[in-house]
Each structure stands twice: as structure tokens, then as C-alpha cells.
């Protein structure tokens, strides 16, 4: 069983806390108390706004186990509105076309469950088309 | 009639933000005749919503709860309850409520727990959330319901069970969108509907569901709010009942004295099916997405087992600010994918493996 | 200094060996390099390889395989950085010769990964990439090639068969490899109609994982046996770089930052021009790397990789030959064992014994080992004395 390396990324994987530097202001995701941008130590949480465009993606047919249940799925590099790119599934494409620079916002989704039906439900960021809204 | 039939609590209490939740597939009535009859009969809704395979209620919870968010920007740490109300809960032991409050911020100080009450689980907890806030114990409590209900293939539900729900965060009446004057709940043991530990499919009892169980609870419990509140159905500008089908709430409505233009807006079974607990409370969001200041509203659910808890709600001036912070019911209606039985049944996972 | 000499050099078919433990891989390749070597005993052994523990159920490999070539008693010890493994291995006992600590030192690489069957093998290997915020959304390998691929052809206006020329040149040279998994030239249509694996890389685009196992000797020239008959190959330069670990955190994705210091780094050392390598062996575990590979490693400019495969000039004949004796991707990709067959096919070009593949007046020969996408690089240049 992998509970404890999941259950202590639950802010990260849940709401993508992250942090911010307080010397240059860089965005981090995921935290890592060093900024990649300054060198500085950074610590302050930071929640990001789930707000991104795809940078790049693929489909996947042949997922690794314990992902098998979804495939085929789309994975995507998402460049965040903060800055970070992150690395994570699609979801609710529906039959709509995936494209560089297309807009995606953050949900919380079952990202596997372990041991089949008998372990735990993993959850975590993906990302979707933003929905579209009534003016 | 006793003075202290309807429920109220000692600070008023109203409804500070909402929020609603579909998933993107559905799956058409016909589609599903078409397997079982031919597609010679006549079907109970237009579709149902289907959840996709990362989706259960607690993913759908946490989304539905966000909005709610959006609408009441309130520091998630004030939040001192969360409780989902379903009978889809992903596990059967280990609360959801503990993944949407982790979710959206509200843990660790905070009281969490699943309800279970069949369709009226929801209701149930913001019955409890308003106690909770009205007794000064809590400034904000979460109160949602949500399911992912579940037919057994080729039975009568399989064309009705569908996926939804709505998250409601209560808190001070001074601060509310809609302030809720009172609440009246009605419950007996009625075993119209159940499911079983280990079963994945409830059992129903046919023509029982109707009369003794549905009817009488929802009227009882809709007549004796409006007797004790004073009010008829002319009162209100909306109304909203459990609706498991078209035609029981349409009847049901009727029966309170109340027309088709009253109950329109909140009507969602024909698009999304039944969302069980979340059906009343999805049909409030989506009235309460096109209402004025001064609307009131009344809510009416039924949970099979069976009971009823109706709501006399007041909007107030404060909604129209509120509508636009987050996706309306009808932004996620029309966001709308088209499957076929086959995909339905890969998503909702009844093959056999 | 005296130079570090490749003394000998030993290595197996690359294939499914289904009947061949991971010990007797490695045994075989090593027993085949210290022959090589006219019988050199190692004092050491570096051990390269990146599956063993999650497929074979086998880790602590320095001591196993010391233990069942016969070697009880000497240093021995594994060294892992993924893909790079093996390199990272060469690296360690390069600068165990040079520093003159021992006086040989032998290094295997090896892989199996037919010892588990089925979808767990491709989540083994998607442990070589951040396991918290990669592979937890059941992102591959293979995928995170797709990702990189995507956005070059975006970015630089590449057409889908454009990285054709990469495949089509490992199999050409393949066919004289008879330690190559594919020993078959293969036609421009087989590329454009090969299957997706992720769009919108094909499975013309990846090096097939397979088991083998590679292993050379290290020693001083002033060490070598009286009677050593081989051309003599030494180790001129030696480099290893490290970036992010995920892809997502780099700060330009198509760069590969560690390829371009450890190309920087191994060239200074030994005193030599990216002009006077005469053939490179990249990593062209999916034919994009070998385009960023290029780039990276100053051999062409930003966005221009692609058309070297595409010119011919990464052939044989070309101005830069490449993937000589079937690279990664014709000669198969043994994972960690990787570095070290590219060590000892360089060292075959370079001794002039590469038969109907050899690079003609083959002199310098750079080999290039990459972990995950260029996480970790490390660079090698041989050359003959």
C-alpha cells in the first residue's frame, strides 16, 4: 500500500498548493522550498488558481498499471496562469479537439484507485476545457 | 397547530453561497429502450447525466462546493461543517466529506461526516447545517447533496438514475443570498425503496413508491410548512420538489395548489434524470440562478424510508451580485456529450471483469 | 597523464533472452570483456542498470555480480541514473582508473526486462520520472516523448514524417550489427504508416525495450599486457550533467541543458572541437531526443535537428554519422545497459572492426547516455592513440 506518499500531497494533489518566493516572486509548483527562478529560500504557501492553457499533449493507449481502468487518456503540459508548467490528465473532453494554447481550468478527479477495487481512491488535479457559460 | 411546528433557528440563518455540479455525458432514454424494449415504450425523461470515469461523489462534491465558494467568498477556515449527503458515497466506509473539506480548505477544524437518507441525505444535512449556524455554534456550515445513482441494468430506474447535486453554504441571514424563514420535516418508516449492504443495485417497491411514500410525504410536509407560515402556494414564485420522473413532482405540484410555470425552472429531470439527493437541491440552484430579490421559494424532498423536509426560502438583494461568481445550472446542462449504451455501460462499470 | 585505455570490450545480442537470467547476461558480457582484454583481472566493478529491483526483484547488483563472474573480494557496486545508468557507470570507473585508485576496473551494464510481463514493466519504468507529479498521472515514458515531440514539430513547423530520417538511419546501420535486435533497413511508407503509440509519436519513433548486457575494462596504458593485440581506444573525455527531473520544470523544454554541458565539459577535457568528431552515438531512445540531442550538443542549430536525419547527413557517409551500428533504436534499447554498448560499439568503429558498418578513418567517436528526457546526460569521447 502507497497511502503515505499520497495522503502527505493532499493540499498539492486536492488544490494545487504551492508556494510563491518571497525574494523574486516566482510561483512554484509543485513546493520545493528552494525557487527555481532565484535560489532563495521559499516557503510562503501559495494556492494557484487552476487557470492554464495546454502547451503540449498526447494520448495515451497503453496506460502503465493501475491507470488501465481510463485509458485511452490525454495528458497534457499546462502552462499554469502563475507560470509553473505542470505536468497532468485531461478530462471532460467529451469529443472536443485538444490544441496547443487551448484554455483549461483545474478539477479534482480520481486519478486511480489502488489494489483494484479494494484499496484506496487516489485523487488529484486534472485539467479540463473551461466551461463555457451563459453571458 | 402548535407554535413551534416549523423548525426555527434562534439566529435566522440563510444561504450565503451555491453551488451546482453535472457531469459532461448523457445518456438518452431512448438509448437505454433501445437495448431493453425495442425502444417501443414510452420513456420517463428526455436523458440522463452520467458521470465520466474519474468522477464520483466526491470529486463532483468538491466541485459543487467550489462554486458555492465562488458565490460566498468567505475564508474556507470559517467553515465549521461539511457534511455530504448521498447514497453514492465512494466508499463504504471513509467519509467524503473529509476529501471535499480537505479540498476546499476547510479542514482540520471542522465537523465532517457522510448523511445517509436516501434522496433526502442532502436536505438532511442543510436541515442540520442551518441548526448548526441558528445556534451560534458555527458562523458557515456546508451542506450538500450529491449522487451517482445507480440502475440496475433493465430495470425502470436505469433509464432515470442520473448524476448531480448542489453544495450549499449556510451562515448568518445578514449575509445570505436567500434567507431560509423555517423548515418542516415529515418522516415514517415506509420501506418504499432500499438497498442492501454489498448489493451495487437498490430494489424499489414498484407501485408503493407512489402513493404511501412519495405523495404522502412530500404533501404533508409541503401543506403543514405553508399552514404553520401562513402561506399558499401563491405565496411563493418558485417551487421545487424531489423528482425522480416528470410526472410525480408535475402532480405533486399540483396537489400544493401550484402551476407548471412555478416548478419550470427547478424541473432538471427531463435533462439530467434523477440525481437522488441531489435532486431538490440542484433544482433550488437552478431557480435560485434566475431569481429576484423578494422571490420566495419553497423546497420540498423525499428520501425513501421515507420522509420529507420542505424549506420556505427569501431572497434578497443580495443574489444578483452572486449569480455571475460561478457556473449556473444551465451553464453545465447545455456542456453536454452524447453516448451510447455501450460507453454508458463501460462508464458506470457493469461488465463484468 | 597516462591515457585510460578501453582494454576490452564484451556484449550480447540485444533481444527477448526469456531463457537468460540478468546474472548471466552480465556474467557472459563481462567474462566476454576481460577475455577481450587478454585476461586483465578488474579490482573493481561498475555496475550499470535501472529495472532490476521493481522487474527482476533483485537489487544490490555490484555484489551479485562480482559474486557470480568469479570476482568475490573486489570493489564492486551499482550505479543508477536511470537510462544513463550504464554511462554513469563508464563515468565512475573512468575516474576510478584516471585517479589511479585501481588500476582496472570493469563495468557492465545491464538490463531485463522480460523478467515481468505486462503493464507493470511501464510502470517501472515510469518510476525513472518524478513518481509524486509525472508518473502519478499515469504519464509514460513514452508519453512524455510525445509531449516534447508535439511541441518541437509546433514550434519549428516540422512535418509528420519529419522525424522519419532518424528511424530509417538506425535500421540502415543495424544491418551490419550482428548484436542488433533489428538487423533490417526499413522504407519511408513503414514509417508513415506505423501505429500511434501517442500521438504524435509512432512506434517507428521508439526504441523497443529489450535485455542485454555490455561490458568494458578499464586500464592505464602503462598497465596494458605485453601481449595486447587491439587497436588501442582511450577514454579522452569524460562528462556528466544533471537538469530537473521532471520535464515540467524546466525553463525551456526543447534545450536539454544537461546534454549541452556534458558535451561542453567532455570536449574541453579532452582538448577537442565538436569539428573533429568523426561519428556520435545519441540517445535515441525516441527518435525527438535524437533531434534535441543534436541541437543541444552544438551539431545543429535550435529547431534544425530533424533536418540532418532528414539530409542524410547523420548516415554514414554524412557529415556526422550517427547511430552507427543501429543506435537505441535498430540495436535495441537495454535501458541502463545502454551507455556501455554505445562504449563498446564506439570502440569497435574506433579499433576499424565495424565491418560493412564501419565510419570510414573513424578517429573520435562522441557517445551521448541520456536519463529520462536528458535529466541526466553524460558524454564520453574515445578516440583512438
Partial sequence: ?135 | MPENTLLKPVKPVGIVGYGAYVPRYRIPAKEIARIWTGGKDSVPIKEKAVPGLDEDVATMSIEAARNALLRAPVNPQEIRAVWVGSESHPYAVKPTSTIVAEAIGAAPNVQAGDWEFACKAGTEAMVAAIGLVGSGMAHYAMAIGMDTAQGRPGDALEYTAGAGGAAYLLGPAEESLAVINATFSYVTDTPDFWRRPEQKYPQHGLRFTGEPAYFKHITEAGKTLMEASGTTAKDYRYAVFHQPNTKFPQRVAGILGFTKEQIAPGLLVPVIGNTYAGAAVIGLTAILDIAEPGDRILMVSFGSGAGSDAFDILVTEAIKERQGRAPKTQDYIARRTEIDYGTYVRFRDKLAK | MTDVIIAGIGQTPVGEHWEISLRSLAVKAMLAAINDAGGLRPQALFVGNMLAPAVSRQAHLGDLLADFAGLTGIEAVLVEASGASGAAALRQGYLAVASGAVDTALIVGVEKVTDYVGPEVDAALATASDSDFEAVQGVTPAALAALLMRRYMYEFDVPPDGLAGFALTAHENAAGNPHAMFQKAISLEAYQQAEMISEPLNMLDVAPNADGAAAVLLTRSDLLPRAYAQPQVKIAGSALASDTLALHDRSDLLAFDAVRISVEQALRRAGLTREQVDFFEYHDAFSIYAALSLEASGFAARGQGWKMAQDGSISRTGSLPCATLGGLKARGNPGGASGVYQAVEAAIQLRGQAGTAQVANAKVGLIQSLGGPAATAVTHVLQTV
Avoid at chain 1, 63 to 88: C, H, M, N, Q, R
Fill in chain 1, 1 to 135: 500500500m502507497e497511502i503515505p506518499r499520497h495522503w502527505r500531497l493532499k493540499q498539492q494533489r486536492y488544490s494545487l498548493v504551492g508556494e510563491t518566493c518571497p525574494h523574486c516572486e516566482a510561483k512554484i509548483f509543485p513546493p520545493r522550498d528552494v525557487c527555481p527562478t532565484c535560489g532563495g529560500e521559499a516557503k510562503t504557501q501559495y494556492t494557484f488558481s487552476g487557470k492554464g492553457e495546454v502547451f503540449s499533449y498526447t494520448t495515451i493507449y497503453e496506460a502503465p498499471s493501475g491507470y488501465d481502468e481510463t485509458a485511452p487518456y490525454t495528458v497534457a503540459l499546462v502552462k499554469l496562469e502563475e507560470g509553473p508548467i505542470i505536468t497532468a490528465q485531461l478530462t471532460d473532453l467529451g469529443d472536443q479537439p485538444v490544441e496547443i494554447g487551448m484554455p483549461v481550468e483545474m478539477v479534482t478527479r480520481k486519478l486511480r484507485s489502488e489494489n483494484e477495487d479494494r484499496g484506496i481512491l487516489i485523487y488529484g488535479y486534472k485539467f479540463r476545457p473551461v466551461l463555457s457559460r451563459a453571458a
